[in-house]
């Protein structure tokens, strides 16, 4: 409205009305990219009238000015259309953005602040501009045998690689729950992508666990190596003793991933990732010093610590990741800060 106005008041009081009639037709052209149909036809339609007042006025001969009017009801119409399939796709894409958190929710549940004797965080960034879930995955539960948790990236993209991550996931949950011994939870997943994937397909993955002896279990299936804190606020990277192939792999190089006990006091932090995090690259084609920035940001929140890497992570990239990515940071409190409590809970629960 406010453009047809503003045509119409020029060609008033500018005259020569013929010049600026064809102008008018920028009015629901534009109302197209926000308003509805019937918005577009009103604009339309307002300036079909203060059109046709115009020519009158000036006296524009009737066949140009049945040309003017003709031609902006064509746009008019047009725009309308358009309008309407533009509220058609932006309805289809929220019912899709709907069903894709739904699908995240499923499948990466959301961790609380609190599992076990931890505090945690959990920050998770898909690539793709119009998605909630990607190829990595990520879960942390409290089991009969400690808090055991999984990150991985599932080699390639797409729906093939949220079914896989889906799979991984779900014979994680499971193994979590029956396996008293960390390898036992690796073999398990390792038979069940045996089986389902194809020969070229992998999941790179460390999957760890906390029994509540002051120690953390680490096996690393060709992963990136987690990041482990100390309560001084060293950073040191866990590189596996024993490198293994990733998971769906151990066919072919008949290696066996090992398992590495870590000690884990008050105040250490366990920081986890994925590929898309450490391989983010600026313009100057620098990859993101994950390392350096977790010992500039770390805190005794878990939640302020990711945000702020987080943060420093997509100034560094220029604002979008390229690559999905994944960080999943836990932190064992002192006794000062009620981790005697949390410890006292998570035994109860593993005797249970």
């Not at 008041?9 to 509805?36: E, H, R």
């Not at 509220?87 to 899709?96: F, K, M, P, T, Y």
Request: with cysteine; aromatic share 4%; proline share 6%.
């Amino acid at each position: 409205m406010l453009i047809v106005s503003v045509i119409v008041s020029v060609a008033f009081f500018g005259g020569a009305g013929m010049i600026w009639l064809p102008l008018l037709v920028a009015g629901p052209a534009l109302a197209a990219s926000t308003n509805g149909p019937h918005g577009v036809l009103c604009v339309g339609l307002f300036a079909t009238a203060l059109g046709t007042a115009l020519g009158l006025r000036d006296d524009v001969p009737s066949s140009e000015l049945a040309a003017v009017l003709s031609a902006l009801v064509a746009v008019t119409l047009a725009s309308a259309l358009a309008s309407a399939l533009r509220g058609r796709r932006e309805r289809v894409l929220a019912a899709v953005r709907s069903v894709a958190e739904a699908a995240q929710h499923a499948l990466l549940k959301p961790v609380p602040d609190t599992v076990g004797p931890f505090r945690v965080a959990v920050r998770y960034s898909a690539a793709a501009a119009e998605a909630r879930i990607g190829g990595d995955l990520y879960a942390l539960i409290p089991t009969p045998f400690g808090v055991r948790m999984i990150v991985g990236d599932v080699r390639g993209k797409g729906l093939p690689a949220v079914g896989t991550a889906a799979l991984v996931l779900g014979v994680f949950r499971e193994a979590a729950y029956d396996e008293p011994d960390l390898l036992a939870v690796v073999d398990r997943i390792e038979r069940s992508l045996a089986r389902n994937l194809g020969h070229d397909d992998f999941v790179t993955a460390v999957v760890a666990g906390y029994r509540g002896t002051g120690q953390v279990e680490v096996v690393n299936c060709g992963h990136a190596p987690p990041l482990l804190v100390r309560g001084c606020g060293s950073v040191l990277a866990v590189e596996p003793t024993l490198p293994a192939p990733p998971l769906g792999l151990r066919a072919l190089s008949g290696e066996a991933p090992g398992l590495q006990v870590l000690p884990f006091a008050d105040g250490d932090q366990l920081l986890l990732y994925t590929d898309g995090v450490t391989e983010a690259r600026n313009q100057s084609r620098e990859f993101y010093p994950l390392a350096e920035g977790l010992a500039r940001h770390v805190c005794e929140e878990p939640a302020r610590t990711l945000t702020a890497l987080h943060d420093e992570l997509l100034t560094h990239v220029g604002g979008r990741l390229h690559d999905d990515a994944a960080l999943l940071l836990l932190r064992k409190p002192g006794l000062s800060e009620g981790g005697e409590g949390a410890h006292a809970g998570l035994s109860g629960a593993a005797l249970s």
